[in-house]
Structures are given as structure tokens and as C-alpha cells.
């Protein structure tokens, strides 16, 4: 009796209300914060503090999963997101993580989870980085099987980080799943030659890799991951040291770019790496300490390029002046006059295979969009106020209403961490009284609508790598060019602008892509000339089901954004 009474009394003890100071406990658990005014905050106040201050606690797994079911609870999305990441990357192969990777609800969801981690933009590749990786593969395969591995881009990375920790056997898997869906005219299989070539030893996989697909993002995490592998010794060698400044400058990471060049320039002191430096000193605005870099180059064939953009560079004042001050009426134009419009967008994918995508908006609330690849259609779409057909890989349907049609999303976004410009790109599909709205608010971005935010803008592009040149007349307006170094030949890249005298814009050349054939203004004033739809049965369609319809949308944004990398 005496046992039960003093049970009776534990339990009466610990669950009274009166209790009002928290329960000691090896580590904090919701339970005991039951009586806080702020039940939830408190505690996961106690548990991040309790983490960061013991973060080699064998409780830490526990902590996270229990503030993760919390974040569920409480339906705090981004609390919850941010604890299955913590939970995975510190505790992948142990009982919490295991479970945590096993709640993805499909291959693809735990596929888009990891695929941050295979950036070759991350900066913290590191022999740590690869260990806690090569537990995460390893475990998300025995919990979910491999499915989210079929994309052979994702799989060369998963392959090589398994690889450089020594995991055998799941290298072997992962070889044996490569060789099964990556085609023989694939770029990336000869790549998957040299990275699966055991006769290589690490420095020569690495050189090897450059030489297969230079400047290639696969490619260039591939290095990174073999080069956490090398000695100190090694990683000094001028092979890995140009290897390395090639990374940087061609991701735009000039600043970061800089160190690695002044160590190169001490092993092999050329003219071309000479060139680099002085060019990603001119990016971070140090343009006196540029061009005395750059004059210091006295041997074609690099000369003759430095000298050029020693050029540039005293005059990088006024050219960027002129050019803001034509930018600004050209934007304005746009934003007084942008009722409708016609445009050809020309470039190539990263496959190399050229594309057009025909545009335009005109009368009677026309929609024409177009678009080929190596010469074949993908899609064709045109509406108007009354009715709409659409052709994508084969399927056609007609619609006996206009329904919804493509609204551009672009957004200008300054980095904060780092400054730079960058451009966000979708589409939704909305009605056509959304269409000028959406441009609208594009173009009234506060970077394109005041002096002081274009030229920040502009001075975004200079810290990517590109320079404005002198204004020239030309025959159709004014051509306001825009050069960028190229890695390897002593010459330039051109992005070239037509203007006419009134501000309006008549072309777009360079940078891998091209708009022309580009007019806008009032609807009424505009003359189209859109490509035919293919010859197809076109079956009438219920206008209530927009699955076709979307699915074109998207196979065109998925050009736009992959010719846009």
C-alpha cells in the first residue's frame, strides 16, 4: 500500500496546476512547459539555447524532433521545414532522422529536399560537408530506395560524394543505377567515364573532369567534392589553383576569386591569370588598382584585351552616366506606351540546341506564344476574347472560351548578402485583365523607375563581369554595348541595345540570347505576323479543364528559365 501511496502522491505532485517552477530535467522537454504563460515559446526558446550550448549532447537528435512535431502542431511551416533540415543533416542515419526521411511523401519531394546541397555555388564543400552527406545518401536510400536518384546530373554529385568518403558498396549501387539511366549521348557520360575510372587517382580525376566538360555546374561540384580529398600540398599546385579561380570568375564570385589568383600568380605568374586578377578587381569597383594590374601585361596576346579595358575603365564614369540616362527614357517609354506588343526570343539551351520563342499580346485580346527547339514546335498557343487552341508534343485542343492565359511574373531582387541583381522568372495563369497589371508591376520596380536604383542596377551588372562601352550612333538609333572578358580567348562578349532617338526599344543582342523583331505600343497601332499553328486535329476541349493549357505555360518556362542559367 505504502508503494501506491507514494505514487499517488509523485503523480499528484507533478501534475498540480500549482506547480509553477519548471521540472529539472537532463534536457528540456515540452511537458515541462505546460504552466508558462507561453507554453511553446518558452520551451523552444530553452531547446535552441540548450542546442547551441551543448551541441555534442547525445540528447540533441530527440530535441530537434520533438521541436519539429511541435512546429507541425503548432502548423508553423517554416519552423517545422527548418527542424527536418537540422534533424537530417545532424542526425541522418540515427532513429529520428531515419523516420524524418521516410515522411517524404514522394521520390521527387525527398529529390527537391537534397537538391540545395548539390549547388556548385555552395561555398562550405568540405570534408565535413561530404561525411554528413554521404550518411544522408546512404540512409535516404535504405528508408525511401533510390527512385529520387533518376536524374543524372544528381546522381554524378550523390556518386562522387559517396566515392570520395570510401563508401564502396554504395558506390557501387550508385554506378550500377548511373550506367543504367544516363544514354550514351548524354553529355554527362563521358563524364561518368572519368569519374567511375578507378585508375585515376584524385588529382588526375579532377584535371580530367576539367578537361571533359569545362565550366559545366556538374562538373564543377564534381571538383569540388574530389578536391576536399587533396593535401595541403596539392591543393597549393598551380594545376588546382587555376582550376580553382576558373570556379569563381565563371560563377561571378570575383571578390572570392581574387585570394586564389594572388596565390596562383606567386606558382605561375601569366598573362592570362594577370588578366583575371585585373578583372576582378575592376567587378568590386577597385578600378585604379585594375588598370595598373592590367598595364602591367606587356606579352600578346592578353595585351591587346588590357589595354582595351584599361580604356574602358577611365571612361567607366560617363559611360555609365550616358547609359543610365538612356536607360531611363527607354523605361519610361515602355511604361507610358506598353499596351501591346511583339517580340522573337533566340538562344541556346544548355544542351547547346538553339530555340525561338515568339511573343506577342495585339488586338481583340490576342495571345500568341510559340515555341521551337532545334527547329521543331513545343507549343503553339493563341487566344483572343472568344476562343483559344493549343498544341503541346502532339496534343491539340480548342477551347470555346479564352479562359486563362499566361501572366508573366519578373521581379528584380537585390541579394543581401552579397549585392547582386538577379531576376525572378514565372508564369501564372490568370485572366487577360491581369496581363498589363503584371507589367506593369515589373517595370515599375523601384531599381528601374528612379536614377538612384537604375544605377545601382547597373553597377549590379559591372559586379557581375560586364562594362559599358562608348555609345555609338548607328543607322536604326543609338547602340548601347555592354562587354565581358572571356576566360580563355584574350577577347570579349558583347550585349548590344538598340535605341531609337525617342527612347524606344528596337533590339536585344548578346549574352547567349536575343530579342528581336520587337514592337510595342497601342494595340491598335500594332501589326502581327505570328507563326502558323501546326496541322493537327484540334478536339474541342471543356473549357473548365486547364491541364493542357498549364502544362504549355510550363514547358515554356521551363525553356526560359534554363536558357536564363
Keep these: ?70 512546429a507541425v502542431a503548432m ?44 549547388n556548385a555555388d555552395r561555398n562550405d564543400i568540405t570534408p565535413l560537408f561530404c561525411k554528413h552527406m554521404n550518411f544522408i545518401l ?59 575510372d578507378s585508375s585515376l587517382d584524385t588529382l588526375a580525376r579532377i584535371q580530367a573532369i576539367e578537361e571533359t566538360l569545362p565550366a559545366d555546374p556538374v562538373s564543377i561540384y564534381l571538383q569540388m567534392v574530389y578536391m576536399t580529398a587533396l593535401t595541403a600540398e596539392q591543393q597549393a599546385s598551380g594545376s588546382i589553383l587555376e582550376i580553382r579561380s576558373r570556379h569563381r570568375i565563371g560563377q561571378h564570385r570575383f571578390t572570392e576569386a581574387l585570394p586564389i589568383l594572388d596565390q596562383l600568380l606567386t606558382v605561375d ?6 588578366f583575371w586578377a585585373g578583372w576582378c578587381q575592376a567587378t568590386g569597383g577597385n578600378t585604379a588598382e585594375a588598370q595598373a594590374t592590367l598595364k602591367a601585361i606587356k606579352h600578346a596576346p592578353w595585351r591587346g584585351p588590357a589595354q582595351r579595358l584599361v580604356k574602358q575603365l577611365r571612361q567607366l564614369p560617363t559611360h555609365l552616366a550616358e547609359h543610365g540616362e538612356v536607360f531611363m527614357a527607354m523605361l519610361e517609354d515602355l511604361r507610358t506606351d506598353l499596351d501591346g506588343f ?27 506564344l510559340h515555341l521551337t527547339e532545334n527547329g521543331r514546335v513545343k507549343v503553339s498557343y493563341r487566344s483572343n476574347a472568344k476562343t483559344t487552341k493549343v498544341f503541346l508534343d502532339r496534343h491539340a485542343r480548342q477551347y470555346a472560351t479564352q479562359g486563362a492565359i499566361p501572366i508573366p511574373r519578373i521581379n528584380i531582387v537585390q ?43 547597373l553597377v549590379g551588372m559591372i559586379q557581375k563581369g560586364s562594362f559599358p562601352a562608348a555609345i555609338e550612333q548607328t543607322p536604326q538609333g543609338m547602340r548601347l554595348k555592354w562587354i565581358t572578358p572571356q576566360l580563355d580567348q584574350p577577347q570579349f562578349d558583347q550585349r548590344q541595345f538598340i535605341v531609337d532617338e525617342s527612347g524606344k526599344l528596337l533590339s536585344m543582342v548578346g549574352s547567349g540570347m536575343s530579342i528581336t523583331r520587337l ?30 493549357r498549364m502544362a504549355a505555360f510550363n514547358r515554356i518556362l521551363k525553356t526560359v528559365t534554363a536558357a536564363m542559367q
Design 1 to 70: 500500500m505504502l508503494k501506491y501511496a507514494l505514487i499517488l502522491l509523485l503523480s499528484t505532485l507533478l501534475l498540480s496546476p500549482a506547480v509553477a517552477q519548471t521540472p529539472s530535467f537532463a534536457y528540456p522537454i515540452p511537458e515541462a512547459y505546460t504552466q508558462h504563460p507561453k507554453p511553446e515559446q518558452d520551451y523552444l526558446r530553452a531547446a535552441l539555447d540548450f542546442i547551441q550550448n551543448n551541441p555534442a549532447s547525445p540528447y540533441k537528435a530527440r530535441i530537434i524532433m520533438d521541436m519539429h512535431m511541435l
Design 519 to 548: 514592337q510595342y505600343g497601342p494595340v491598335k497601332t500594332l501589326t502581327l505576323d505570328p507563326p502558323n499553328m501546326p496541322r493537327a486535329s484540334y478536339v474541342k476541349a471543356d473549357d473548365a479543364n486547364d491541364t493542357l
Design 75 to 118: 502548423r508553423n511551416a517554416p519552423l517545422a521545414k527548418q527542424m527536418r533540415k537540422l534533424l537530417i543533416w545532424n542526425a541522418p542515419h540515427g532513429l529520428y532522422g531515419s523516420y524524418v526521411l521516410s515522411t517524404f511523401k514522394t521520390p521527387q519531394a525527398l529529390h527537391n529536399f537534397l537538391l540545395p546541397y548539390m
Design 415 to 457: 541579394d543581401a548578402k552579397t549585392g547582386r541583381f538577379f531576376f525572378q522568372f514565372g508564369i501564372s495563369a490568370q485572366p487577360y485583365d491581369q496581363l498589363k497589371p503584371a507589367i506593369t508591376a515589373a517595370l515599375n520596380s523601384p531599381w528601374l523607375t528612379t536614377p538612384d536604383g537604375l544605377s545601382q542596377w
Design 269 to 274: 605568374d601569366q598573362s592570362q591569370y594577370r
Design 342 to 368: 511583339e517580340m522573337l526570343v533566340q538562344g541556346e539551351l544548355p544542351d547547346g540546341l538553339p530555340f525561338d520563342l515568339y511573343v506577342a499580346v495585339g488586338p481583340d485580346q490576342s495571345v500568341y
Design 138 to 196: 546512404a540512409s535516404a536510400i535504405r528508408m525511401r530506395g533510390s527512385d529520387f536518384l533518376n536524374d543524372p546530373p544528381f546522381l554524378l554529385k550523390c556518386a562522387a560524394i559517396v566515392d570520395r568518403m570510401g563508401n564502396k558498396p554504395l558506390h557501387e549501387k550508385l554506378v550500377g543505377l548511373a550506367k543504367k539511366i544516363i544514354k550514351t549521348d548524354s553529355p554527362y557520360h563521358k563524364l561518368m567515364g572519368v569519374c567511375f
